[in-house]
């Protein structure tokens, strides 16, 4: 079956550092996501991206928040500059026209 | 606005018994409802979804949900609970008419604890 690939699994970052988390989505889908899961609380919506502009972005997803699609395969969600509260597990997602969505395994951000 | 409400956050259940994991929702219009599976150090993995049609949808693994408008419920029902079945369970909606970027709107999850 096809996967979402992420990269890194695990990301340390001191307070106030840029990070670029990295994803991968299936080839054929049109439809892309960020969510993420601070530990104990609900998956959070933060943006979706579609035919290469953000078509809708939750209250979370601030000016430090950015998303790019720089290439036909690669889908990047950049963190300007991380806040402790920016910890969490982040996940990203794509859709094809079935609106079954895939996820990827995630990536764990810790920022001290 | 949308949101769902799981209620419970573990459910313990024996092996061989009927499980059923709660999710109660709130949409302005006509809901699109989904389940997630996460199984540790992975996604969260499509289980089943509800769009129109039959209130009972079927999905993976043996699981199914009913969808019940006037109490406004979805929730996630097997037969005859497996050991492997243990994971975390996440409900999720979308409002049909918010359609800009079919964003789904998660529960908090419940995980599912299912002993030998």
């Known amino acids: 079956e096809p996967e979402v690939t992420q990269t890194p699994s695990h990301q340390v970052t001191q307070m106030g550092q840029e990070v670029i988390l990295r994803c991968v989505p299936i080839s054929n889908h049109l439809y892309f996501y960020w969510y993420r899961q601070i530990l104990g609380q609900k998956v959070e919506f933060l943006v979706s991206f579609y035919n290469n502009e953000i078509s809708e972005k939750s209250e979370i997803f601030d000016d430090q928040f950015s998303v790019e699609r720089p290439d036909g395969s690669n889908f990047t969600l950049k963190i300007r500059s991380t806040k402790l509260e920016d910890s969490a597990m982040y996940f990203c997602a794509s859709m094809g026209v079935d609106e079954k969505l895939f996820f990827g395994s995630g990536t764990q951000l810790s920022v001290l | 606005a949308q949101s769902v409400a799981q209620p419970e956050d573990q459910v313990n259940v024996a092996e061989g018994n009927p499980l059923t994991v709660k999710c109660t929702y709130s949409?302005?219009?006509?809901?699109?409802l989904f389940w997630y599976v996460q199984y540790p150090n992975r996604g969260l993995q499509f289980l089943l979804k509800y769009i129109t049609g039959d209130n009972l949808v079927k999905g993976s693994y043996g699981f199914e949900a009913e969808f019940n408008k006037s109490q406004t419920s979805f929730h996630l029902k097997k037969p005859s609970a497996l050991v492997s079945d243990s994971a975390l369970y996440f409900c999720a909606v979308r409002d049909v008419n918010s359609n800009s970027g079919y964003a789904l709107n998660f529960g908090k999850g419940t995980s599912l604890l299912v002993t030998p």
């Open positions: 949409v302005s219009g006509n809901p699109y």
